[in-house]
């Protein structure tokens, strides 16, 4: 993510054909479900925000503090700032 961000900071056009590009879900390998550190982020947040029990904001870590922060302000943090957060640490 660091990677992708540094060169959208010199090159902002380049997300527009990187990551909004109408066609990249076509594209093999384009599909943000392929990358694993998302695909380990979204099962994270799934597994811990739909269990039920509380559980998944109740362990000491950043995950939960930016559940808590979701939980609290849904308005202000959103579910996708808590992936974007989690995705990129």
């Known amino acids: 993510m660091q990677w992708y961000d540094g060169l959208i900071g010199q090159v902002p056009w380049l ?3 990187l990551r909004l ?4 879900p076509y594209i ?3 599909k943000a479900q392929d990358m694993i550190i998302t ?3 979204l099962e994270e947040i799934e597994k811990r925000n739909d269990d039920g029990s509380g ?3 109740n362990q000491n870590d950043l995950l939960s503090q930016l559940l808590k922060a979701h939980a609290g302000t849904p308005g202000k943090f959103s579910r996708d ?3 974007s ?3 990129g640490a």
């Open 28 to 30: 093999p390998g384009f």
């Open 85 to 87: 957060v989690a995705h």
């Open 15 to 17: 997300h527009y054909f």
């Open 55 to 57: 559980a998944g904001i």
């Open 81 to 83: 700032d808590v992936f």
């Open 39 to 41: 695909r380990m982020a």
């Open 21 to 24: 590009n109408p066609l990249r």
